[in-house]
């Protein structure tokens, strides 16, 4: 099936600073992507769909300036928490579909956690 | 996008078929119906997707009635390595559409 690579699986930041996520479609093409963020014991939000070649689309309540979207390629999109604190410390994950009428395969997650 | 509702958590003893049913009153004609596994620090693992009637693979099986506005996952056997939480999806399958997740439920397989 379809692979979809995040990295790093964790990161572990000081207070202030900036993280970057990947998220790459290994064996196919993905226009769209979508990043997922999620809390202990809950299910996972949608925070965001990124486009290829295009701005993303964010979801109501999350900050566009502070969880920045790029999508440059057909292969990879990437978040980067801008000046994090500590509560955007969680779990992060994308997800992709290889074609229209393709189930959705999701990467196996970021764990952040700022100090 | 269709908004589903599932028991938040069930206990079963190993080697028993366990049965999840979700509900999702509002779901579309072109939404899919999808369940995904997930376990502590992972991302969600597709199990099975269905539209309509019964869906089998090798891990599960997805009952559907006619009216769609509710669907059961069913596990067979289940073992300890099962414990996870569930995840029911509706949705339609195109590019550009998301899936929203519900509360899911956490099933706890024991010995």
């Known amino acids: 099936g379809a692979v979809v690579s995040q990295h790093p699986s964790w990161v572990i930041c000081k207070s202030g600073t900036s993280v970057k996520i990947e998220c790459r479609s290994l064996d196919f093409q993905a226009t769209t992507m979508f990043w997922y963020r999620q809390f202990p014991k809950q299910s996972l939000m949608l925070m965001a769909t990124s486009n290829e070649g295009s701005k993303a689309t964010y979801e109501q309540g999350v900050e566009k300036d502070k969880f920045l979207i790029n999508h440059a390629s057909l292969t990879l999109s990437t978040l980067t928490v801008t000046s994090a604190h500590p509560e955007d410390s969680s779990f992060y994950i994308c997800?992709?579909?290889?074609?229209?009428?393709?189930?959705?395969?999701f990467g196996s997650g970021t764990q952040l956690s700022v100090l | 996008l269709a908004k589903t509702t599932q028991p938040i958590s069930m206990d079963s003893y190993e080697g028993q078929e366990v049965n999840i049913t979700c509900s999702h009153n509002?779901?579309?004609?072109?939404?899919?119906i999808t369940w995904y596994q997930q376990f502590p620090s992972q991302g969600p693992r597709f199990i099975i997707q269905?539209?309509?009637t019964k869906v089998t693979n090798e891990v599960a099986s997805l009952f559907i009635p006619a009216d769609r506005k509710s669907s059961t996952l069913s596990l067979p056997r289940v073992s300890l390595s099962d414990t996870a939480v569930y995840y029911c999806?509706?949705?339609?399958?195109?590019?550009?559409?998301?899936?929203?997740f519900g509360k899911g439920t956490r099933l706890s397989v024991i010995a």
């Open positions: 997800s992709a579909r290889p074609a229209t009428n393709e189930k959705l395969f």
């Open positions: 509002n779901i579309a004609t072109n939404d899919y």
């Open positions: 269905g539209y309509k």
């Open positions: 999806l509706v949705g339609a399958n195109s590019g550009n559409t998301p899936l929203v």
